[in-house]
């Protein structure tokens, strides 16, 4: 029998380096009240949303990509003709095919990268991470690019109460590389179809093919549920990958959970009993929910503050549409 070669990987792989773009229109509480008969106030204290970005036109998701990327790859120290894949976590790219990966690949001026786009809602970029990951450790790629984008203003019905105030835009990317120990812990991750109907965009495409004149499709969401649920089942995950990366919660350095409601970044760190010492991401307040692009914004800003230094110990959780979920514990690049 034939035998055939087996692909070889590095030992580990890491985080390289983070960059993001934030979108340069400030869209404070106030400019959504009156359309969904609510108060600044309500807002902030029931999800801690005290202004977010909203993309201009020219703020598309390939050019926030890019500059997200451009940024990644500078501090990583990587030349694009070293990327060989190229990850895009999002919900807010407008054509169902091509994936927009491969045009932002070109773009960035790669070779020719594998390039492909995940759709894993709020969690897209944590799957990627993972798949990076595995990726550069099973042989099929040195240095991954994965970027987690939205425009989820297009998406966004300004006359519903229940997600108006929430959704955002915003891009962030980093480049995941190989290394000599480890630098992304194993993750946690999962789904709970029975649950699809949670969140959800309000119609299908096929649907909406002959129901244009009802404006374009956006996102329904049953927000009570999502949040309990993010409240309690989120952190026995968040605990799982602490102990898959085998780390005690008094180990951890930095808790970067997607940021969907401040109560529900508040709630996880209760839950798990993160110490005082744990610094927590909490860029929800200034940028919304940027679903797939929440995490590496948040990551970026803290690294930028100085409050997340090389070398710390970070816990992401994310979790969204789907309903999906990932979690690992990373090394801060
Ligand atoms: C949306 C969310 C902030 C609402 O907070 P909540 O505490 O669950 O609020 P409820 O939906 O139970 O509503 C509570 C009350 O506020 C009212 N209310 C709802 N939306 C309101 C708004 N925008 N302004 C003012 N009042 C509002 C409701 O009518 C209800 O009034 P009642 O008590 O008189 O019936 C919260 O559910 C949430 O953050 N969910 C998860 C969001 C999320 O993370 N989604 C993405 C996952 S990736």
Redo the contacts with the bound molecule.
């Keep these: 029998m034939t035998t055939i070669s087996a692909p070889t990987g590095a030992a580990h792989a890491r985080i390289l380096g983070v960059g993001s773009y934030r979108p340069s229109r400030v869209v404070p509480n106030a400019e959504l009240v009156e359309a ?4 600044d106030e ?2 902030r204290t ?2 801690g949303i005290v202004e977010r970005r909203w993309a201009t036109p020219e703020e598309t998701v390939q050019m926030m990509s890019v500059a997200a990327a451009r940024s990644a790859m500078e501090r990583a120290g990587v030349e694009p003709a070293e990327i060989d894949c190229v990850l895009v976590a999002t919900v807010s790219h407008m054509r169902q095919t091509p994936a927009i990966a491969t045009s932002i690949a070109a773009e960035l001026g790669t070779d020719h990268p594998a390039a492909f786009d995940i759709s894993a ?2 969690a897209g970029f944590c799957h990627g991470i993972s798949m990076a990951s595995d990726f550069i450790r099973g042989g099929s790629a040195r240095h991954v690019l994965v970027i987690g984008v939205e425009r989820l203003s297009d998406l966004t019905n300004l006359h519903d ?2 997600t108006a ?2 959704f955002a835009d915003g891009a962030g990317a980093v480049v995941v590389g190989p290394s000599e120990t480890p630098g992304i812990g194993p993750v946690v991750w999962g789904s709970e179809g029975e649950r699809a109907e949670l ?1 959800t965009q309000n119609v299908d495409w096929l649907t909406w093919g002959t129901a244009a004149e009802k404006g374009l499709p956006y996102l329904a ?1 049953d ?2 549920p ?2 309990r649920w ?1 409240s309690f089942a989120m952190a026995k995950i968040g605990q799982e990958a602490l102990d898959r990366a085998g780390i005690t919660a008094d180990q951890l350095d930095c808790f970067v959970p ?1 940021q ?2 401040m109560r ?1 970044i508040d709630a996880l760190a209760r839950s798990m009993k993160l110490p005082e010492s744990v610094k927590i991401a909490r860029d929800i307040a200034e940028m919304g ?1 940027t ?1 797939a692009a929440s995490i590496p914004l948040a990551l970026d800003r803290m690294i930028a503050e100085g409050r997340a230094t090389s070398g710390e110990t970070a816990l992401f959780i994310a ?3 789907g309903l999906v979920y990932a979690a690992q514990v990373i090394v801060v690049p």
Excluded at 36 to 39: E, Y
Aim: with cysteine; proline share 0%.
């Design positions: 969904i008969d609510s108060s309500w807002i029931r999800s809602a709020c109460r229940g105030f929430i969140i969401m927000g009570n999502v949040f993010a997607h969907a409601n529900i929910n679903s979790f969204g549409a």
